[in-house]
């Protein structure tokens, strides 16, 4: 066994009287060996699994001799619909390095090649630089599964997320099309936006923006406006899989009953925004069907023939709905929704439903909310300063900011001294909706010079071809600790400016101000190592 593996029953913290009548719901839907393997599942901690960042994959370079022996299994599946080999292999390539370096013994996730579940290690995943560097991201295995429902598509896609924060699965929505689709992530919740905010700009991602309104409304205000949504909705969370940090509780019948109401009322408006022909991820974290098949059923049988549920995603794992629950049937088409019970891929229990939309749905239009987009304080660019920015970055860095712009559909916008880049489809789309956050900073004038942000470096550094300094390993912890760099002269940087770090792995370890042998250690705090 393994010695990060716990050998206590998961219910016997918060009690296990409570977790058995918990379990015992579904015994009647399943054979006796699948509710004993449950049972068995139930008692363990499920593995957390690493999603790598594609935002910022590179080619792995070799290790030192001798570093690293553990094996990793088999990569799973052939390169998905856009994706190339080269792509595929890199992908591969950069897992199978963290798990040499760090003595990670893990498993593949058959939905996700670029995952994998890490059942014992020398090294913790939140304790490394490729992690306090955003390079990828540490989640549950199972809350990785929905976004590969989706469909890809070669053109810009509006994508919604409608529940987002803590922002796991927007980085994932992100990453689908190598950020070139727009992703709204809102989330009801102002408390929990700071999280999402520090989420997405540690990813690096620029084509979004941040809304926080109820997720109820988004419906009646954009009707058949986005290609795909996320419903990742609040649930009762009874995975029957309690952890340290999610221990088991008792649910009653009322608390199931008031989530499903809002779980209902929160896909209903979701459906009611998706484009036809759209696709509509509907998930949660339990395997109640009070907030599964029960409230995906409500939807099928509200709006009869306007939607449909893609069989295929159920059929390839061999899993499927609950057609009937405690005496109340489901909508026929439920069947081929996925509930993953604990035992079926080793992670905790989760419910995912990809719907397809065929026809137009009746909604009660109202209008969003709106300012100014002038109050914002943005102004486009003059073509003669866009120009010199081109200008700047490629002699700099070697680095072409206009082929970037046009290839993510990025605006450069000016505020005072500050320049933002703004996705195109929300000043084409949503200029007047109110945002929290949006974009990435291209960086701002000090006394008429121009300065690149710390952001914009850490997200497209790896492509500088120029002021790049590598730093000596023998640096590198100093400067993860938030130090800056004294008594150094590297050659081929150019005094007073920005300069992107790297260390001698290739990790792009953000920027640094160069002056008077220093470098000035611009890492933001959420990169620094404690």
């Known amino acids: 066994m393994s010695p990060h593996e716990s050998t206590t029953p998961a219910g016997n913290a918060s009690g296990p009287v409570s977790f058995t009548s918990a379990l015992q719901r579904y015994q009647p839907y399943l054979d006796e060996a699948q509710y004993a393997k449950l049972i068995a599942e139930s008692e363990r901690i499920a593995p957390s699994a690493v999603r790598l960042n594609l935002l910022k994959l590179t080619s792995p370079l070799p290790l030192p001799t001798g570093e690293g022996e553990k094996t990793t299994s088999p ?8 994706e190339t080999e080269s792509a595929k292999n890199t992908t591969q390539q950069r897992l199978d390095y963290l798990s040499r370096k760090y003595g990670w013994v893990t498993k593949a996730l058959p939905y996700s090649a670029e ?21 990828y991201y540490l989640q549950d295995a199972a809350s990785i599964l929905p976004i590969s429902l989706f469909s890809t598509s070669d053109r810009p896609l509006l994508k919604l997320d409608m529940a987002a924060s803590p922002g796991g699965k927007t980085t994932q929505m992100i990453d689908t099309s190598r950020d070139r689709d727009f992703v709204i992530a809102n989330d009801a919740a102002a408390s929990r936006l700071p999280a999402l905010r520090t989420v997405l700009q540690t990813w690096g991602a620029a ?13 009646d205000w954009f009707p058949e406006t986005f290609d795909q949504i996320l419903l990742d909705a609040p649930c009762s969370m ?45 998930s949660t974290c339990t395997l109640a069907p009070e907030e599964d098949e029960s409230v995906v059923s409500a939807l099928l049988e509200t709006y009869p023939g306007a939607f449909r549920i893609d069989p295929a995603p159920a059929q390839q794992f061999c899993v499927s709905g609950l057609s009937e629950f405690e005496g109340e049937r489901f909508h026929p088409e439920v069947i081929h929704s996925l509930r993953i ?25 109202s209008p969003p909310p709106s300012r100014d987009f002038a109050s914002t304080g943005y102004r486009a660019l003059s073509p003669g300063l866009l120009q010199e920015l081109n200008g700047t970055f490629q002699q700099i860095y070697g ?54 942000s710390v952001d914009f470096v850490l997200r497209f550094g790896t492509e500088f071809s120029r002021n790049v300094w590598q730093m000596p390993d023998n640096l590198v912890e100093q400067w993860m600790k ?49």
């Open 207 to 219: 084509n979004y923006t941040i809304t926080n309104f109820a997720g109820e409304r988004w419906g």
């Open 75 to 82: 990569r799973p599946q052939p390169p998905e619909e856009g």
């Open 341 to 365: 019970w604990p035992f079926v891929f080793q992670t905790n229990g989760f419910f995912a439903v990809k719907l397809i939309k065929d026809t137009s749905i009746r909604g009660e239009q």
């Open 238 to 282: 009874q995975s029957l899989r309690a952890s340290a940090s999610h221990p088991h509780r008792p649910i009653t019948e009322d608390e199931r009953s008031r989530l499903a109401s809002r779980q209902q009322a929160l896909l209903f408006s979701a459906a009611k925004a998706l484009k036809i022909g759209g696709e509509l991820v509907y």
């Open 399 to 452: 680095f072409d900011l206009d082929g970037m712009l046009q290839k993510l559909n990025l605006v450069p916008m000016r505020k005072v001294d500050a320049i933002q880049l703004l996705p195109a489809s929300y000043l084409t789309q949503f200029a007047t909706l109110p945002y929290n956050a949006i974009g990435v900073p291209l960086g701002r004038f000090i006394r008429d010079q121009f300065e690149v």
């Open 115 to 135: 995952s994998l579940q890490i059942l014992d290690y020398d090294t913790y995943p939140s304790q490394t630089r490729e992690f306090l560097l955003g390079q």
């Open 482 to 530: 938030g130090f800056d760099i004294r008594g150094i002269d590297p050659v081929g940087i150019e005094p007073g400016t920005v300069i992107a770090i790297r260390d001698v792995e290739g990790n792009n370890l953000g920027a640094a101000k160069y002056s008077s042998k220093r470098l000035r250690n611009l890492l933001p705090n959420r990169h620094i190592k404690i």
